[in-house]
């Protein structure tokens, strides 16, 4: 015989319980991977890249054994400077999130750079916060260039592009100044070493008085040697002033940043540290031709001077000084004239002004004014008069028609009669009175007395 048994929890078990919803699992599970990871680094592949109206961009990234979804939203994605594609590798920048609607663990991305290069790049901006901080890169520091130096250094590789093009600049610039060559390679393994050893060399020889170290372009990596701390180093202690002109003008190198003056590309290395030789020419004939007159110019002053100093001898002479007090004497007699008559004619208008105003206040012409504003006022007083005699006459014209218009009798004349009974009284029911009985007929014109012989009643 078997006994079946039930358990029952007890209500204060159930209300002990802490019941999750998906949304909240999902809130809180989002949470703890944004604070457990914070901004991290990936490198995969693309795929399934898509771009919505939107502007954002969803993807995946995986490697041999795994993928991961992903999302860039539109504000950053406008930050990166290339195209991405399916089946490109990259490198972003984000944190680990989970798309709480659907439950989809998901990267979403800050940054996004191509894998490879973006590591160099990254590389790069380490490097140069570092040299930054310990002051390499501080213009304080930054020497200036000879005007026109005595011989020109260039450390470069003696049988690429760029050294062909220094040397055919300074020859056409200034063909006159000497170039001392330092043969380094600009590429490959131990580049940078023998690179800042040549710097060194120059600095320890002072052979040049100024340093141009040069490379044609290339990619991030082929110019990579001019990256390396050692030839930032050796850069920033030389003493000679140093210009780079490495790759093209969008590129920038650490030794760029160090160097005492950049040009864009070797050839702009060497025509900043060359004058033009036809530019001297020039400023020379015009500096000749300043000095020529500037020594015009002295001469002219002092023939000023002197022309000067004869009119005040001319001007001292006795004759000259009777002429000029005559002169004066004549001057002060016109403007004591003109005084006097200014005087006159301002007293003149003041007896004027004041005869008009004395007339103004004469009493036969108080007299006058009042009189005609007397017979004015008359005139208008008239004028209202018959005004409002001509308004009360119209008035009582209309209310007389009006009178007329209502009257009874104007009713008459349209062939109606006031019957009345002996007495006086209107008579409005043919019941009010008997057959035989007199009544009076009120016509528009006269009175007509009859007898009733026949009543009709009407319902």
Known sequence: MTQDFEFTTPATAQDERDVYTPSRINREAR?????????????????????????????SLKDEAAQLRGAMFRQRNLLVNFTPKDGMRVLVRGRISLYEARGDYQFLADAMEEAGEGALRRQFEQLKTKLAALGLFASEHKKTLPTLPKRIGVITSPTGAAIRDVLHILKRRFPSIPVLIYPVPVQGSGAAAQIAAAIRLADQRQECDVLILARGGGSLEDLWS???????????????????????????????????????????????????????????????????????RILGTQL??????????????????????????????????????????????????????????????????????????????????????????????????????????????RGYAIVSDAQGHALSDAQSVAVGTSINARLAKGQITATITDIKREE
């Open 304 to 413: 000023t001077h002197f022309a000067r100093l004869q009119r005040r001898l001319n001007q001292l002479h006795p004759g000259v000084q009777l002429r000029q007090r005559a002169q004066r004497l004549d001057e002060l007699e016109q403007r004591l004239t003109r005084s006097l008559r200014t005087y006159l004619d301002q007293r003149k208008h003041q007896l004027q002004a004041q005869t008009a105003h004395l007339q103004s206040q004469s009493p036969t012409l108080q007299l006058t004014r009042a009189r005609n504003r007397f017979e004015q006022t008359q005139h208008r007083l008239r004028s209202s008069w018959h005004e409002q005699q001509q308004s009360l006459h119209n008035r009582l014209i209309i209310a007389a028609k009006t009178l007329n218009t209502l009257s009874p009798l104007a009713t008459l004349t």
């Open 31 to 59: 949470t703890l991977l944004e604070r457990g990871f914070g901004s991290v680094w990936l490198e995969g592949e693309l795929s399934n890249l898509s771009r919505p109206a939107s502007g954002h961009w969803y993807f």
């Open 226 to 296: 001019f990256n390396e701390e050692v030839i930032a180093h050796a850069i920033y202690e030389c003493s000679i002033p140093l210009i780079t002109g490495i790759g093209h003008e969008v590129d920038f190198t650490i030794a760029d940043f160090v160097a005492d003056v950049r040009a864009p590309t070797p050839s702009g290395a060497a025509e900043l540290v060359v004058p033009d030789q036809q530019t001297w020419l020039q400023g020379l004939s015009v500096l000749q031709r300043r000095l020529l007159a500037a020594l015009k």
